[in-house]
């Protein structure tokens, strides 16, 4: 009591010594504008007033975490965007530090107290397109926050930009600079990254923090490729034998921990989409229930022979398209996921159909030979015709996704319904063309910019003479490791700066472009598990954050790339800071000194 009420003495003593700096959340607002009468200091405590909550406590729980992380953190942005600044040619120059400079408010404003919340309807859904726009407004001779939403969705969007804006006075004190006005909305419903937890497990604390990272740079879904042939990690009551193909017994996904984790995405206004990918990339789990339903599993997967392969990795499997007892046991382990994972949507797969693995299989081979005239694509078409009724059949309001092989690879369907969702991962900006111009609505995933696995750590199959150019320089992979793509067939790294600026409508037209539902960066985890998941994704992740929150142009419609490292810097640190492991981008010294470390003299450069 006694302490609250010496507050302001102190702030006012503090205020002067403070380098208050116009900080620059992540992602960044639509429309974000300061005047500069200074900053404000706040109350001890700053309590959360609404009138209407959901019955969980969402606001008051996103309030709660948001405000206990402002008080423990007590964070301090490094320089934030800065003018270029003016540097001497001789060694005597002063250093480029520091940015913004306290701006000390004229006249004794009211500590902030509140924070006022009011959500048109509390009711509103987590599920795709609903509503997250909000604005933020403090004033000067205002003790609140004032933070407007239509739904809780956009309300927690408003928390996380709000404890990106108070910061330390660094002297034991927190303040706002204001006064800010923010009116706030993404550019495109869909944002997300993708975990693969088929290949290697990522355990479910590892999963909390990557929601965590999503939570402050504003997406909202988790795509979740559970399974691939490989293991198989996910408690199925129907089928418990499955969890024979797990990687060990402690290398399970129960049925609480999938709920936990839907359960932590959604009060951090996260979905959760789940993937089965199906018919390929299956093999283990199903192989336990029914042999019958998988083929090729045992098969030598070949590439060294590549007329004959049957997988594009090690292990091979994939879904016995032709036999019918395949049918009975997907429905069982969907309809099983589908009660468990609210989310609409749901990602059934249906990338890389290897033909070859299917000559192990009798029912297609018999198939095959009772009419000549049947192909591939016809095998394909079997699976749309016969699968995708029982995936739809789950609810009225299912949404199916499917990557968009079986539309455009070699072994596609001839008729894919045009309200499944198309991911997108080949050929860039010429497959989106295709997608969109054939009507289907589509997320980028484009390989060449968003896949966070390509180039680190070359190919992960073994016994590969490649690597030895000391004994086996190969005249048909010259260049193979140095100068070449080393063994990652999606080599180079993606850079934060080659995510941002992809501009993924290029070239399309307005009724194209509308067929985009947002984008998502997948981390395949073949060389990936809970040591490096975060380090893969963040913070590059967040530059797609920025590019589907707010884009990565500014209003004169250029590039805002420059601008984005500053932004991009603090945030790697604010995200370290939460816990997340997140990779160095820059020695610290860049990081300090903005534009220090810049490749050109001209801000225009990128453009
Ligand atoms: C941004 O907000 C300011 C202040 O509310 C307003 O004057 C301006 O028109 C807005 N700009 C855009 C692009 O919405
Ligand atoms: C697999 O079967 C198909 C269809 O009979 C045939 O065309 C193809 O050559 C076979 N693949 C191999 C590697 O034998
Ligand atoms: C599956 O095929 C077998 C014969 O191969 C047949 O007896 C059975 O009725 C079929 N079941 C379904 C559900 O179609
Ligand atoms: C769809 O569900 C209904 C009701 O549960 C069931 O009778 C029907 O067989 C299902 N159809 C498919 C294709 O799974
Ligand atoms: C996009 O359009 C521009 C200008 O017409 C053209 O130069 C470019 O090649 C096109 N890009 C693609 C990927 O089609
Ligand atoms: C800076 O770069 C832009 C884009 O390349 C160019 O148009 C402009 O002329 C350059 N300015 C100077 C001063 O070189």
């Not at 083929?295 to 594009?312: E, F, K, Y």
């Not at 920025?546 to 790697?572: A, Y």
């Amino acid at each position: 009591m006694l302490l609250s009420h010496l507050w302001p003495v102190c702030l006012t003593l503090i205020v002067a010594r403070v380098t208050a700096v116009q900080v620059n959340p992540l992602p960044a607002p639509r429309n974000i504008s300061w005047a500069s009468s200074g900053s404000k200091n706040l109350a001890g405590f700053v309590t959360l007033r609404t009138a209407q909550d959901t019955p969980d406590f969402l606001l008051a729980n996103a309030w709660d975490r948001a405000w206990k992380t402002i008080v423990a953190l007590q964070w301090v942005p490094a320089a934030t965007e800065a003018p270029f600044p003016s540097f001497q040619p001789f060694p005597t120059a002063t250093a480029a530090a520091s940015s913004g400079v306290a701006r000390r408010a004229k006249r004794a404003l009211p500590s902030l107290q509140f924070v006022d919340v009011s959500v048109s309807d509390v009711t509103a859904d987590l599920q795709h397109g609903v509503d997250e726009s909000y604005t933020l407004e403090v004033t000067d001779d205002s003790n609140t926050v004032i933070i407007q939403a239509p739904t809780v969705w956009g309300a927690l969007h408003a928390f996380t930009t709000l404890q990106q804006l108070i910061i330390s006075d660094g002297q034991g004190g927190l303040i706002l600079e204001q006064p800010v006005k923010i009116q706030d909305a993404p550019l495109y419903p869909y944002r997300g990254i993708m975990i693969d937890t088929g290949r290697n497990f990522i355990s479910v604390p590892k999963i909390y923090e990557q929601l965590d990272a999503m939570a402050l740079s504003k997406l909202n879904v988790l795509h979740w490729h559970l399974d691939d042939t490989q293991s198989w990690p996910v408690q199925i009551d129907a089928y418990p034998e499955m969890v024979r193909d797990a990687y060990s017994s402690r290398e399970v996904f129960s049925h609480a921990d999938l709920r936990n984790v839907v359960a932590y995405a959604r009060a951090r206004g996260i979905r959760v989409i789940p993937e089965i990918d199906m018919p390929s990339h299956s093999a283990a789990g199903w192989k336990q229930v029914d042999p019958d339903m998988v083929t090729c599993v045992d098969s030598w997967w070949s590439n060294d022979d590549w007329a004959l392969h049957t997988a594009v990795e090690p292990p091979p499997g994939q879904m016995d398209i032709i036999y019918n007892g395949t049918y009975t046991v997907v429905r069982d382990v969907y309809n099983e996921l589908s009660d468990i994972f609210p989310d609409h949507w749901f990602h059934v797969g249906a990338d890389e159909i290897q033909p070859n693995c299917f000559n192990f299989s009798r029912y297609v081979t018999e198939w095959f030979a009772e009419d000549p005239a049947r192909t591939y694509n016809d095998l394909a078409q079997y699976w749309v015709d016969h699968a995708v009724p029982i995936f739809q059949n789950y609810s009225t309001s299912r949404r199916l996704v499917m990557w968009e092989d079986i539309v455009l690879s070699t072994e596609h369907a001839h008729d894919v319904p045009k309200n499944i969702v198309m991911q997108n991962w080949n050929n860039g900006l010429e497959y989106i063309d295709k997608l969109t111009a054939q009507g289907y609505d589509v997320i980028v995933s484009s390989a060449d910019f968003m896949y966070l696995d390509c180039g680190i750590g070359g190919g992960f199959v073994t016994n590969d003479p490649r690597y030895d150019v000391m004994s086996n320089p190969d005249p048909s992979t010259p260049n193979f490791n140095y100068g070449g793509a080393g063994g990652s067939w999606c080599a180079p790294y993606k850079t934060w700066q080659r995510i941002y600026d992809y501009d993924f409508t290029q070239n399309l037209t307005e009724a194209q472009a509308q067929h985009i539902v947002g984008a998502a960066a997948p981390l395949w985890s073949e060389q990936v598990d809970d040591v490096t998941v975060s380090s893969h994704f963040w913070p590059r992740a967040a530059a797609l954050a920025e590019l589907v929150w707010s884009g990565n142009r500014d209003e004169q419609g250029h590039k805002r790339t420059t601008l984005m490292t500053q932004r991009i810097l603090n945030f790697r640190e604010y995200l370290v800071a939460n816990g997340v492991q997140a990779t160095a981008l820059v020695p610290k010294y860049c990081l300090q000194h903005p534009h220090a470390c810049d490749f050109y003299r001209n801000q225009s450069a990128v453009q």
